[in-house]
């Protein structure tokens, strides 16, 4: 009687999941049919035994044999660092400090695993295992970072050089890696031929041997340069390069010919020396029958034939070529033939067979030529070449769109006849159809097509994405239209428009502009440091705000973005000019009917009254808002002025306005305005009209405008005339009256006249109608100056050469003492303040060179030749009190003049006060980095000085000028009062106040995710501290509130009422049957949650291996307790009915095959078994890993030396 084994199915499979199922006979035992169980063997087939000889090896062993190995994808190496190339050799630091990072970081960025050890000599043992390529990596970095590194250098020939590196630098690359080494190779422009290798000592040896190797190798070559006439080089080539490619494989040898486009005759033969003789000869030989059989012949065929002849991918070509491998043929492009080369006889043949091949094109090939407007052509080829590459297969014909750029409208349709009227009519019809379709042009501004198309056509290309079937062009920049062409179907090109308008209607609203005029003086504060003020005002604005540049006239800021921000950054750069300076703003009403007139052509009667008025700005409503109200906006007493002659103006213009032009040369106007618009105010004055001159923007230099009444018009008018008649008529004194005269000089004071490239003498001609003023040539000893010009405007120049020379001989040089290191602040920014005093007092002011390190004290003289020490060259010691040189400041001019210029210097020279401020005050008056006293520094312009820390000092220093320090005192006493203000409110708010309450009550008081805290904490603006469970030192039922004492106290009463209700709160137990819970609790607990907030109690459900699985806990007020559990008691009743009703559903129902398959299985069984032997009736374990012993299992992951990785 044979003993069986039973196992489970589940298990079995596991068990033989590595095997083929036709290898194995399994029979199923079930209760219908019993035959006999498979032995042990058939069912587990052992292991093949090791073949005692290669015969037996090859022999199958059994089912087993079919297995394939699986080829290990982790290796391991072991790297040996000895103890003399180690970097880190601190030995009670092993696995610790930087070494450990190290490995650490080789880790990360390889991939592979390090373990370290050391060796009884002290060496470092380091074993790799991962990937190949990851230990390769590990090895070069542990080499780098671990080991001491040496160099060395090895020399090779430059030539060898690039064989070392290799193609894109592969074998370098390789060589590194292999040695772990670092191999430096001297670029091509080096003239060096030493290589140098850095690594350890057994990687450099390995290099160098590898280099040498290589070079060696390389010795073995040589090169050779043969010269054959271009025309001759494609028949050494041959066909497809293919003789070339014969000769260099049966010679070994490289021959590099010069490609067609290059003009070198010189062909390069690069190999062993004796095999490069043989190829050389051959190729000789090549050349010279070559030479000696030659002709050159052609054929006449159609360039559009050309294709045709040479076929797909050349095999028409190739058939003849083949045939006659030495006959080239060459077809140019545009030309009506084919042009063949090569020896005679073979020439004639192929030139019979391309005829014949011409003639069979032209009897059965056409072509066709069609026009068609070109911005249809982009449509005829369709998205990706789909519509154009569809005809072509199914005619095949050929098919030639000319580009873009060529603007034709030729296509040209090449093939079979019929192909060729069919492709055509095809075409034709698909022209017509997009000719039919419906074009709109769309009105755009240009400036906005930028923004549409979009950076590198990003937005563009997503509206052609939206809409495929229209196409968008748009004009091109040149042109400067703003019409954008939409074509396409009729409802496709409707909504293409309408999001586009939509698109333009948000970019309008965006592009509102507004300029606002900024007195010049101001735009820096507006800026502010850094741009941290106009940075401000954009982002909080939203707006676009563009500044004129430092060096332009313009004082208008435009800002640029939706009207509503515009107006608001307007409003707060106005703010900022307000504060700065004494602006005021008068609102003046003038009938909106005046408004045009007084502005004028261009702005240029508005420009005049506030250029006149000390630059004021002259705000006037919008044309069409209807508002009578016009801003003047400036200092007080020009705002005054400019309103007057405003109201006078509008008056005039309402009465009885009459307006004159008169012309006269841009080169008068000057002498007509006078010095100062002293001629034009005496004009003014006697007559009351007022004159108006271009400005540098208008297009008309010549005009003059005089504006007023009548009589005051025609008066002004008969003046000016006179004036030019004087100036440029016929007979006057710049036509006919011009004199030359002229005038002594000293020589000394040329120099004054002809500095800074002749300012002073361009000043005189611009002030005296374009006087010409010459002075002699530097070097010669002349003291005449000639003048030409104008008899009056040459005598008025003279008047004012004679004052200036006055003023120079009457000049005394007077020095100002002030200590170097002030200089700077006098100077102020870019040397304003400097060039403010020089321009008021008409002096000149010199600084001293710096002195970069003045010596304090005076070292004693060194003894030279024997003489004393005290006995200089001078023989004089200098007097200690008198002023250092670097501290005298030299001004010069009239007397009276230069001490007004040093009393003014010396009112710039910063002055030092100390203001007593609370230490622990001194960090918040500095500000995070420093904000905080950079702004009022900024504010009053002075210098803010705090002592250091370790000083524990009360006094900071202020240094400025006198008139900004009193005010900067002020300013820093203020910011002390609002501190001791904050600190006393921190104070207050730092009130503490604890709370005792039962710990068991906290959850309850947090609430769900804190809401019923943070609730709390906001309605009284504390913070609330609870205890920490895991802090055993602390109490657990203590809670701390801070805060203001009046709301921790108010605080702390919420949390009593709190506590107050859950003390008043029960508990009870309810039975509800377990099957009815899920019903009850609903899905995701929404249903529970609602019976929680209608009771306004807490319902807890025992956990899964409760000892009561139907116990549930009710917790709340007494009345809302017993109403939940009346509630959920209800449900379940109503639940339990339907669970009962379907068991007794389930008894008649069919269990299902999932079902079915958790039935008890009899397992699989087996007949003699090895555990069946023995008297042992009992089954393995299969849980046992010693009777089944499973396959790959998993291995530990091995532990670091240094710890596990954090």
Same mark, same amino acid.
């Given at each position: 009687?044979?003993?069986?084994?039973?196992?489970?199915?589940?298990?079995? =499979?596991?068990?033989?999941?590595?095997?083929?199922?036709?290898?194995?006979?399994?029979?199923?035992?079930?209760?219908?049919?019993?035959?006999?169980?498979?032995?042990?063997?058939?069912?587990?087939?052992?292991?093949?035994?090791?073949?005692?000889?290669?015969?037996?090896?090859?022999?199958?062993?059994?089912?087993?044999?079919?297995?394939?190995?699986?080829?290990?994808?982790?290796?391991?190496?072991?790297?040996?660092?000895?103890?003399?190339?180690?970097?880190?050799?601190?030995?009670?630091?092993?696995?610790?400090?930087?070494?450990?990072?190290?490995?650490?970081?080789?880790?990360?960025?390889?991939?592979?695993?390090?373990?370290?050890?050391?060796?009884?000599?002290?060496?470092?043992?380091?074993?790799?295992?991962?990937? $190949?390529?990851?230990?390769?990596?590990?090895?070069?970095?542990?080499?780098?970072?671990?080991?001491?590194? =040496?160099?060395?250098?090895?020399?090779?020939?430059?030539?060898?050089?690039?064989?070392?590196?290799?193609?894109?630098?592969?074998?370098?690359?390789?060589?590194?890696?292999?040695?772990?080494?670092?191999?430096?190779?001297?670029?091509?422009?080096?003239?060096?031929?030493?290589?140098?290798?850095?690594?350890?000592?057994?990687? #450099?040896?390995?290099?160098?041997?590898?280099?040498?190797?290589?070079?060696?190798?390389?010795?073995?070559?040589?090169?050779?340069?043969?010269?054959?006439?271009?025309?001759?080089?494609?028949?050494?080539?041959?066909?497809?390069?293919?003789?070339?490619?014969?000769?260099?494989?049966?010679?070994?040898?490289?021959?590099?010919?010069?490609?067609?486009?290059?003009?070198?005759?010189?062909?390069?033969?690069?190999?062993?020396?004796?095999?490069?003789?043989?190829?050389?000869?051959?190729?000789?030989?090549?050349?010279?029958?070559?030479?000696?059989?030659?002709?050159?012949?052609?054929?006449?065929?159609?360039?559009?034939?050309?294709?045709?002849?040479?076929?797909?991918?050349?095999?028409?070509?190739?058939?003849?070529?083949?045939?006659?491998?030495?006959?080239?043929?060459?077809?140019?492009?545009?030309?009506?033939?084919?042009?063949?080369?090569?020896?005679?006889?073979?020439?004639?043949?192929?030139?019979?067979?391309?005829?014949?091949?011409?003639?069979?094109?032209?009897?059965?090939?056409?072509?066709?030529?069609?026009?068609?407007?070109?911005?249809?052509?982009?449509?005829?080829?369709?998205?990706?070449?789909?519509?154009? +590459?569809?005809?072509?297969?199914?005619?095949?014909?050929?098919?030639?769109?000319?580009?873009?750029?060529?603007?034709?409208?030729?296509?040209?349709?090449?093939?079979?006849?019929?192909?060729?009227?069919?492709?055509?009519?095809?075409?034709?019809?698909?022209?017509?159809?997009?000719?039919?379709?419906?074009?709109?042009?769309?009105?755009?501004?240009?400036?906005?097509?930028?923004? #549409?198309?979009?950076?590198?056509?990003?937005?563009?290309?997503?509206?052609?994405?939206?809409?495929?079937?229209?196409?968008?062009?748009?004009?091109?920049?040149?042109?400067?239209?703003?019409?954008?062409?939409?074509?396409?179907?009729?409802?496709?090109?409707?909504?293409?428009?309408?999001?586009?308008?939509?698109?333009?209607?948000?970019?309008?609203?965006?592009?509102?502009?507004?300029?606002?005029?900024?007195?010049?003086?101001?735009?820096?504060?507006?800026?502010?440091?850094?741009?941290?003020?106009?940075?401000?005002?954009?982002?909080?604005?939203?707006?676009?705000?563009?500044?004129?540049?430092?060096?332009?006239?313009?004082?208008?800021?435009?800002?640029?973005?939706?009207?509503?921000?515009?107006?608001?950054?307007?409003?707060?750069?106005?703010?900022?000019?307000?504060?700065?300076?004494?602006?005021?703003?008068?609102?003046?009403?003038?009938?909106?009917?005046?408004?045009?007139?007084?502005?004028?052509?261009?702005?240029?009667?508005?420009?005049?009254?506030?250029?006149?008025?000390?630059?004021?700005?002259?705000?006037?409503?919008?044309?069409?808002?209807?508002?009578?109200?016009?801003?003047?906006?400036?200092?007080?007493?020009?705002?005054?002025?400019?309103?007057?002659?405003?109201?006078?103006?509008?008056?005039?213009?309402?009465?009885?306005?009459?307006?004159?032009?008169?012309?006269?040369?841009?080169?008068?106007?000057?002498? $007509?305005?006078?010095?100062?618009?002293?001629?034009?105010?005496?004009?003014?004055?006697?007559?009351?009209?007022?004159?108006?001159?271009?400005?540098?923007?208008?297009?008309?230099?010549?005009?003059?405008?005089?504006?007023?009444?009548?009589?005051?018009?025609?008066?002004?008018?008969?003046?000016?005339?006179?004036?030019?008649?004087?100036?440029?008529?016929?007979?006057?004194?710049?036509?006919?009256?011009?004199?030359?005269?002229?005038?002594?000089?000293?020589?000394?004071?040329?120099?004054?006249?002809?500095?800074?490239?002749?300012?002073?003498?361009?000043?005189?001609?611009?002030?005296?109608?374009?006087?010409?003023?010459?002075?002699?040539?530097?070097?010669?000893?002349?003291?005449?100056?000639?003048?030409?010009?104008?008899?009056?405007?040459?005598?008025?120049?003279?008047?004012?050469?004679?004052?200036?020379?006055?003023?120079?001989?009457?000049?005394?040089?007077?020095?100002?003492?002030?200590?170097?290191?002030?200089?700077?602040?006098?100077?102020?920014?870019?040397?304003?303040?400097?060039?403010?005093?020089?321009?008021?007092?008409?002096?000149?002011?010199?600084?001293?060179?710096?002195?970069?390190?003045?010596?304090?004290?005076?070292?004693?003289?060194?003894?030279?030749?024997?003489?004393?020490?005290?006995?200089?060259?001078?023989?004089?010691?200098?007097?200690?009190?008198?002023?250092?040189?670097?501290?005298?400041?030299?001004?010069?001019?009239?007397?009276?003049?230069?001490?007004?210029?040093?009393?003014? $210097?010396?009112?710039?020279?910063?002055?030092?006060?100390?203001?007593?401020?609370?230490?622990?005050?001194?960090?918040?008056?500095?500000?995070?980095?420093?904000?905080?006293?950079?702004?009022?520094?900024?504010?009053?312009?002075?210098?803010?000085?705090?002592?250091?820390?370790?000083?524990?000092?009360?006094?900071?220093?202020?240094?400025?000028?006198?008139?900004?320090?009193?005010?900067?005192?002020?300013?820093?006493?203020?910011?002390?009062?609002?501190?001791?203000?904050?600190?006393?409110?921190?104070?207050?708010?730092?009130?503490?106040?604890?709370?005792?309450?039962?710990?068991?009550?906290?959850?309850?008081?947090?609430?769900?995710?804190?809401?019923?805290?943070?609730?709390?904490?906001?309605?009284?603006?504390?913070?609330?501290?609870?205890?920490?469970?895991?802090?055993?030192?602390?109490?657990?039922?203590?809670?701390?509130?801070?805060?203001?004492?009046?709301?921790?106290?108010?605080?702390?009463?919420?949390?009593?009422?709190?506590?107050?209700?859950?003390?008043?709160?029960?508990?009870?137990?309810?039975?509800?049957?377990?099957?009815?819970?899920?019903?009850?609790?609903?899905?995701?607990?929404?249903?529970?949650?609602?019976?929680?907030?209608?009771?306004?109690?807490?319902?807890?459900?025992?956990?899964?291996?409760?000892?009561?699985?139907?116990?549930?806990?009710?917790?709340?007020?007494?009345? +809302?307790?017993?109403?939940?559990?009346?509630?959920?008691?209800? $449900?379940?009743?109503?639940?339990?009915?339907?669970?009962?009703?379907?068991?007794?559903?389930?008894?008649?129902?069919?269990?299902?095959?999932?079902?079915?398959?958790?039935?008890?299985?009899?397992?699989?069984?087996?007949?003699?078994?090895?555990?069946?032997?023995?008297?042992?009736?009992?089954?393995?374990?299969?849980?046992?890993?010693?009777?089944?012993?499973?396959?790959?299992?998993?291995?530990?992951?091995?532990?670091?030396?240094?710890?596990?990785?954090?």
């Amino acid at each position: 009687m044979s003993s069986v084994a039973v196992l489970t199915q589940e298990s079995f =499979a596991e068990h033989r999941s590595g095997l083929a199922q036709q290898q194995v006979k399994v029979t199923a035992l079930n209760s219908e049919e019993e035959n006999d169980p498979p032995t042990y063997k058939e069912a587990f087939p052992p292991l093949p035994e090791k073949a005692p000889c290669l015969e037996a090896a090859q022999e199958p062993a059994g089912p087993w044999s079919k297995i394939r190995p699986i080829k290990a994808s982790v290796i391991t190496q072991v790297f040996h660092v000895p103890l003399e190339e180690r970097k880190y050799k601190d030995m009670n630091q092993f696995g610790e400090g930087e070494q450990a990072k190290i490995c650490l970081d080789i880790m990360q960025k390889t991939g592979a695993h390090l373990e370290l050890s050391l060796a009884k000599d002290q060496g470092l043992s380091i074993m790799v295992s991962g990937k $190949l390529e990851a230990v390769m990596k590990a090895r070069k970095e542990i080499v780098a970072r671990l080991q001491t590194q =040496a160099s060395a250098t090895v020399a090779i020939p430059k030539e060898h050089h690039r064989f070392v590196i290799g193609k894109n630098g592969e074998k370098l690359q390789d060589l590194e890696l292999k040695t772990a080494t670092k191999i430096q190779i001297p670029r091509p422009d080096d003239p060096s031929n030493q290589i140098k290798i850095t690594g350890t000592k057994e990687g #450099i040896e390995k290099a160098r041997h590898e280099i040498l190797l290589i070079s060696a190798e390389q010795d073995k070559r040589a090169v050779e340069r043969l010269d054959v006439e271009k025309v001759y080089h494609p028949f050494i080539a041959g066909p497809y390069n293919k003789l070339v490619s014969e000769l260099m494989q049966d010679t070994g040898t490289r021959i590099n010919i010069p490609p067609p486009s290059v003009n070198k005759t010189e062909i390069v033969f690069t190999g062993e020396k004796e095999q490069l003789a043989q190829a050389v000869a051959r190729v000789k030989k090549i050349y010279e029958e070559k030479a000696n059989s030659f002709t050159v012949s052609s054929v006449s065929a159609p360039s559009w034939l050309h294709r045709f002849i040479i076929g797909k991918k050349g095999q028409n070509l190739a058939k003849i070529t083949q045939q006659m491998p030495k006959v080239h043929i060459e077809f140019t492009e545009g030309e009506d033939k084919i042009t063949l080369e090569g020896p005679t006889e073979d020439v004639n043949v192929a030139q019979e067979q391309i005829e014949v091949m011409v003639k069979d094109l032209i009897n059965r090939m056409d072509y066709a030529e069609i026009n068609v407007d070109h911005k249809f052509h982009r449509h005829l080829i369709g998205k990706n070449g789909a519509n154009i +590459n569809r005809i072509k297969d199914l005619y095949k014909v050929s098919v030639r769109i000319p580009p873009d750029n060529e603007k034709s409208n030729l296509i040209r349709i090449e093939g079979d006849p019929q192909g060729v009227q069919q492709a055509k009519k095809e075409l034709l019809e698909l022209a017509s159809r997009m000719e039919n379709e419906r074009t709109k042009d769309l009105i755009i501004e240009q400036k906005f097509h930028r923004t #549409i198309i979009g950076q590198k056509g990003e937005r563009i290309r997503e509206i052609r994405e939206k809409f495929p079937e229209v196409i968008i062009n748009f004009p091109d920049p040149t042109h400067k239209s703003d019409i954008v062409q939409l074509r396409g179907p009729k409802n496709e090109v409707e909504k293409c428009t309408k999001y586009m308008q939509k698109m333009v209607a948000d970019l309008v609203e965006n592009s509102f502009s507004i300029s606002v005029p900024i007195f010049k003086q101001f735009h820096k504060n507006i800026i502010g440091k850094g741009g941290a003020n106009i940075k401000k005002i954009r982002e909080e604005s939203n707006t676009k705000i563009d500044l004129p540049a430092e060096n332009s006239n313009s004082e208008t800021i435009v800002i640029t973005g939706k009207r509503a921000n515009c107006e608001a950054a307007r409003h707060r750069i106005l703010a900022i000019q307000k504060e700065l300076a004494n602006i005021t703003e008068v609102e003046v009403s003038i009938p909106s009917k005046l408004h045009n007139s007084l502005i004028g052509a261009k702005g240029r009667f508005i420009r005049s009254i506030m250029e006149e008025c000390g630059g004021v700005h002259i705000h006037f409503p919008t044309e069409g808002s209807g508002s009578d109200t016009v801003t003047i906006r400036g200092p007080a007493q020009d705002v005054e002025k400019a309103k007057k002659q405003l109201l006078h103006l509008a008056e005039e213009k309402q009465t009885k306005s009459y307006t004159v032009d008169l012309r006269a040369k841009p080169e008068y106007h000057k002498f $007509l305005i006078g010095k100062g618009g002293g001629n034009i105010r005496k004009v003014r004055d006697n007559t009351g009209a007022r004159i108006i001159f271009p400005t540098s923007e208008d297009k008309d230099q010549e005009l003059i405008t005089i504006m007023g009444t009548e009589e005051a018009v025609k008066e002004a008018q008969k003046e000016l005339e006179a004036l030019i008649k004087n100036l440029g008529a016929p007979g006057g004194w710049c036509s006919r009256g011009v004199v030359e005269d002229s005038m002594v000089v000293d020589p000394k004071h040329h120099r004054h006249f002809v500095i800074r490239r002749g300012q002073v003498l361009r000043e005189i001609a611009d002030e005296y109608g374009g006087v010409m003023v010459s002075f002699p040539r530097s070097g010669t000893q002349s003291d005449k100056v000639t003048l030409k010009g104008a008899k009056d405007c040459v005598e008025a120049a003279k008047k004012r050469i004679q004052e200036i020379i006055e003023d120079l001989e009457a000049q005394v040089t007077i020095e100002c003492t002030i200590p170097q290191k002030f200089h700077r602040s006098i100077m102020g920014p870019k040397g304003s303040r400097i060039q403010q005093i020089t321009r008021d007092y008409g002096v000149q002011i010199k600084f001293p060179d710096r002195e970069e390190n003045p010596a304090p004290v005076a070292e004693p003289a060194v003894q030279e030749n024997g003489e004393e020490g005290g006995e200089g060259k001078d023989g004089k010691d200098a007097d200690p009190s008198s002023p250092r040189k670097c501290d005298i400041i030299i001004i010069s001019g009239r007397r009276e003049k230069c001490e007004a210029a040093k009393e003014a $210097l010396q009112a710039l020279v910063p002055v030092t006060i100390e203001v007593e401020v609370p230490f622990d005050l001194h960090r918040y008056i500095i500000g995070q980095k420093g904000s905080g006293i950079r702004k009022m520094m900024d504010e009053f312009e002075v210098n803010i000085q705090v002592p250091a820390p370790e000083l524990q000092s009360d006094i900071i220093t202020i240094t400025g000028l006198a008139t900004n320090l009193d005010r900067a005192k002020a300013g820093l006493l203020e910011r002390v009062k609002e501190l001791q203000a904050e600190q006393e409110d921190r104070a207050l708010r730092s009130f503490k106040l604890t709370v005792t309450v039962d710990p068991k009550y906290h959850p309850k008081i947090i609430g769900r995710k804190g809401a019923v805290i943070t609730q709390i904490r906001t309605e009284h603006e504390v913070n609330i501290q609870f205890p920490d469970k895991d802090d055993e030192s602390q109490a657990q039922d203590q809670i701390t509130i801070t805060g203001y004492e009046k709301n921790a106290e108010a605080a702390r009463d919420a949390i009593m009422k709190i506590v107050g209700e859950l003390e008043q709160m029960v508990s009870e137990d309810v039975t509800l049957d377990h099957r009815v819970h899920a019903r009850i609790i609903g899905a995701r607990g929404k249903a529970i949650r609602k019976i929680m907030d209608e009771f306004k109690v807490d319902i807890r459900f025992p956990q899964s291996g409760a000892p009561d699985p139907n116990c549930v806990t009710v917790t709340g007020l007494p009345e +809302n307790v017993e109403e939940a559990i009346d509630h959920i008691l209800n $449900l379940e009743e109503e639940y339990l009915a339907d669970v009962v009703d379907n068991e007794a559903m389930q008894v008649y129902m069919k269990p299902s095959s999932h079902e079915e398959s958790k039935a008890p299985s009899k397992g699989f069984v087996v007949r003699d078994a090895p555990w069946a032997t023995v008297n042992n009736e009992k089954a393995p374990d299969m849980s046992s890993s010693e009777d089944f012993p499973s396959f790959g299992a998993q291995v530990a992951p091995k532990t670091l030396p240094w710890g596990p990785k954090r």
